[in-house]
């Protein structure tokens, strides 16, 4: 196989050598050129993320209310956090919703993006429907789900009155409203698990697949051995993006259920909001938000390693 | 929307061509009421000079300032502070004030986090519950140089002291409001159901559930629903506890006084609304909006909605005002209703606190207390300004039997609701009577919990 340089053209010009010379200084990259381009984003990051998360770590040490000086207290923000059941009740409904939520866009999602890789008719304007929902605020969202979804004149009972089934309490039994809420988070992020599983899809090489049917495998062998292995890194990426999405989400519960009946649909994200803004806690919601952090970059390093280890494999 | 607002009147009633039917003595004695408990907290404020302001800002005709007040959502009440920001202008012509409205949604949110940053609105439009919040920890700022003299002897003792913390006024009572009982006329006469027609002819709540019943029976849906709007508005609840004679605080205003039988009995009254369906489970204190309890007494999925004063132009526009009327809370071993209305305050971000101090004084001079009460369907906090010698603008029946109800508001209620350690305590009281409105606690878990939470609050 030929080096990377002997693949350059004949001119001279090498991919990895030097670019030829016409005069000293036209072609010389200055050193502080690269410093130019990364530095806005630096400064951006730096001011309205790092700054901030700096910020939150030191504040998680003490007992700081929204404004005024706080008072050093060692890690009893973090010990009181363990020691309170809304805190353990919370994290359980994080668990319960990001395991509701993630299998279940992702998979939806595929199965969208196999329909729609397909000629279809109209196939452009199903694919923009589908992804519309990631484009529409999820504040909307939530109001048309508590509309559709309210038990006493709501779409969704008044249907399943006409179909002679019982009503349920969608939004206002604690049982159901975390699954009202998986639906209408699932509903919002299908569109976008399908966009990349499209754009996936299509990177495919034809040819194996052909190659595939020649051997004799049936669309399902085709798919679970060459289809789906080459999908492992699409959809890595997307599980721990839906992952880190569901530690995430706000708006949607805060609209639809504001984390009730009772506690039932209090995720941690709305623990740490109510912690700051209703009690007035900021040091003690900077601990949680530090605890969340912290998860998000151990699931983010696993993904990063488990993408390395499928590289290395393939 | 928040306790104590409502829409713009469009119908001028005379008020005088109306028999008063309530009695002046009575909205006289509700002050003395409250007066009384609420001398049980704060102590007077130190009279001690003639002059209106011991400020050195000039705060006269070469006043300078360009300020902001906040409000509510409400149109009528946002036009009203126009009116007045004009008025003041004509006398003092350098100073502009700005009203804007305070967005929908978590008050505490915006407000401390506009304080973080140092842009907070000069003067903030703030209810009896929230202030002692920011009264606490410096959100607003002592009023006291600018409130000198005999300035505080018309305003009613209980708002006064209520205004107060630890001796230092922090904003000034604008208005109170209360809560009453909404009814569908043709819904009751078709259930058959007779309203009472005085204050002491009430429903007991034994009367009112079985209503409640036959209401159910003709709507087929559902009794009534109540007017929570949200965590922050738990508050509400409270009458309950207090007809039935209980309270949440014992008089040290400290200890919690809920857990206890009577607690327990009060708590699961209003539970037991829930269980037998007699109300929404959607109308529970975090899943309940105005939009909703409007629509469901509108309708007619309801035949009654207990709610407060300030939404009754609200309830028109869905309903024919014909088609409705309003009688008085129901009652136990004694009366009692919510506690509603507003203070005006200045925050800690103003620049120009003392010009801010004298335009809110403006506001609620006894001429402009008596144009947005009547105007805009609230009750005044001035002695010299009696409830049944106003000329409300529109619903004076009604608002008759708000004045009448307003006196029953229990004069403890009022001391613990303004107390600093309120807020937390509402968020106490917010997710234990939720948990067990919807059906996850029992009324004895739910009481011993909201006690357990008020230890933890005030400590």
Redesign the interface.
């Known amino acids: 196989m030929p080096s990377a340089e002997t693949w350059a053209p004949a001119t001279g010009t090498t991919v990895a050598g030097p670019a030829p010379s016409r005069g000293r200084s036209t072609n010389r990259v200055p050193a502080a050129a690269p410093w130019l381009f990364v530095t806005p984003s630096l400064l951006l990051f730096g001011v309205f993320a790092f700054a901030p998360i700096v910020v939150s770590v030191v504040l998680s040490f003490q007992d700081v209310q929204t404004f005024g000086g706080g008072e050093f207290v060692g890690v009893e923000n973090y010990s009181d956090a363990m020691s309170k059941p809304l805190f353990w009740e919370s994290v359980r409904n994080t668990v319960v919703f990001t395991l509701g939520t993630v299998p279940t866009s992702t998979l939806l999602g595929l199965l969208l993006a196999i329909l729609l890789n397909r000629r279809l008719p109209g196939r452009g304007v199903i694919r923009s429907l589908y992804f519309l929902p990631m484009v529409v605020s999820g504040v909307a969202v939530s109001l048309i789900f508590a509309w559709m979804f309210n038990t006493d004149s709501g779409i969704v009972n008044a249907t399943l009155s006409e179909l002679g089934l019982p009503r349920v309490d969608w939004l206002t039994s604690p049982g159901w409203a975390m699954t009202t809420v998986i639906l209408a988070v699932v509903w919002g992020r299908i569109g976008f698990c399908m966009v990349v599983y499209l754009a996936a899809l299509q990177n495919i090489n034809p040819s194996v697949l052909e190659a595939a049917q020649v051997d004799g495998a049936g669309r399902w062998g085709a798919f679970a051995g060459i289809v789906w292995p080459l999908l492992a890194p699409t959809t890595y990426m997307l599980v721990v993006l839906n992952i880190v999405f569901s530690l995430q989400a706000f708006d949607v519960i805060y609209v639809l259920t504001g984390g009730g009946p009772g506690f039932s649909t209090t995720v941690l994200v709305q623990y740490i909001f109510r912690s700051a803004f209703t009690d007035g806690k900021m040091g003690y919601a900077s601990a949680l938000g530090v605890m969340l952090v912290v998860v998000l970059l151990l699931l983010t390093a696993l993904r990063n390693r488990l993408a390395k280890n499928l590289d290395e494999d393939s | 929307m928040e306790k104590g607002q409502h829409l713009p009147s469009h119908v001028q009633h005379p008020h005088a061509d109306q028999p008063p039917s309530w009695s002046r003595r009575r909205v006289l004695g509700y002050s003395g009421a409250l007066a009384g408990g609420a001398a049980l907290g704060l102590p007077t404020l130190a009279a001690c000079s003639s002059s209106s302001s011991g400020s050195s800002e000039p705060t006269g005709a070469d006043a300078k300032a360009d300020l902001v007040l906040s409000s509510w959502q409400i149109p009528a009440d946002l036009v009203a502070y126009e009116k007045f920001a004009t008025d003041y202008k004509q006398t003092h012509p350098n100073v502009t004030i700005k009203i804007q409205e305070t967005p929908g949604g978590?008050f505490?949110?915006w407000f401390?986090?506009q304080?973080?940053g140092g842009s907070a609105p000069d003067i903030i439009r703030i209810t009896w519950q929230q202030i002692g919040?920011y009264a606490d920890?410096?959100?607003v700022i002592p009023l006291d140089e600018y409130v000198q003299g005999d300035y505080s002897a018309d305003f009613q003792d209980a708002f006064w002291k209520a205004a107060q913390l630890d001796g230092s006024v922090h904003g000034i009572p604008q208005h109170t409001d209360t809560f009453a009982t909404y009814y569908n006329k043709a819904i009751l006469k078709n259930a058959g159901v007779t309203v009472p027609a005085s204050l002491d002819q009430a429903w007991t709540l034994a009367q009112f559930k079985d209503v409640l019943v036959e209401v159910k029976k003709t709507t087929g849906?559902y009794g009534m629903v109540f007017g929570f709007g949200?965590?922050n508005t738990a508050y509400r609840w409270l009458p309950f506890l207090y007809m039935m004679g209980g309270k949440l605080l014992e008089d040290d205003n400290v200890t919690p006084a809920i857990d206890n039988e009577i607690g327990v009995k009060a708590i699961d009254w209003f539970a037991s609304l829930y269980r037998e369906e007699l109300i929404?489970?959607?109308n529970?204190i975090?899943?309940a909006n105005d939009a909703?309890t409007i629509?469901?007494f509108s309708t007619g999925?309801v035949g009654l909605m207990i709610y407060g004063d300030w939404i009754m132009t609200d309830v028109s526009k869905a309903i024919e005002p014909s088609k409705w009327d309003i009688t008085y809370m129901p009652k136990d071993v004694t009366a009692a209703s919510d506690l509603g209305g507003n203070l005006l305050a200045v925050s800690k971000s103003c620049k120009n606190p003392a010009v801010a101090a004298d335009f809110i004084k403006f506001v609620c001079d006894s001429e402009h207390m008596k144009y947005f009460c009547e105007t805009d369907l609230f009750l005044p906090v001035r002695k010299s300004l009696p409830a049944d010698s106003l000329s409300f603008s529109k619903q004076s029946d009604q608002m008759a039997v708000f004045v009448e109800q307003a006196t029953t508001i229990p004069a403890g209620m009022g001391t613990v609701e303004t107390l600093p350690s309120f807020?937390?305590i509402q968020?106490v009281l917010a997710?234990q009577l939720?948990?067990c409105f919807?059906?996850?606690?029992d009324a004895v878990k739910t009481a011993k919990a909201i006690s357990d939470g008020i230890k933890d609050a005030v400590s």
């Open positions: 978590d505490n949110q401390t986090t304080l973080a919040r920890n410096g959100g849906k949200g965590p929404p489970a959607s529970s975090k899943g909703a629509k469901s999925d807020n937390a968020t997710d939720d948990l919807t059906g996850q606690q």
